[in-house]
Nanobody, 125 residues
């Protein structure tokens, strides 16, 4: 059973930065494509960023975060990261990491087989 545990969320001021981490256990991390999604109150879950397996040669970003967020992976540490810079109030959401097998669409949540419990990011002054 693959388990994903996010960390690093919290309260940050507009324009600030935060780095989310997702620790993966119970599987071979390098086999999985990984992604970040988020869900704001009253809204549907949306794609944020994705990175390919095994070494992250390919990345994808939502238009709303391009140039501000960076996804990366450390296979030696079985950890996925999301560096979030120039944060805006509209980035406030619960952020989830997810793992997918095979070569399904990296931006579709239905492509993902395993999910973390989420970590709250609140951007407010």
């Amino acid at each position: 059973q693959v388990q994903l545990v996010e960390s690093g969320g919290g309260l940050v001021r507009p324009g600030g930065s935060v780095r989310l981490s997702c620790a993966v256990a119970g599987g071979t991390f390098s086999w999985y494509g990984m992604g970040w999604f988020r869900q704001a109150p009253g809204k549907e879950r949306e794609f944020v960023a994705a990175i390919s397996q095994p070494r992250g040669a390919s990345t994808h970003y939502a238009e709303s975060v391009k140039g501000r967020f960076t996804i990366s992976r450390d296979n030696a540490e079985n950890t996925l990261y999301l560096q979030m810079n120039s944060l805006k109030p509209e980035d406030t959401a619960v952020y989830y990491c997810a793992a997918r097998r095979g070569n399904r669409s990296p931006t579709a949540d239905l492509s993902y087989d395993y999910w973390g419990q989420g970590t709250q990011v609140t951007v407010s002054s």
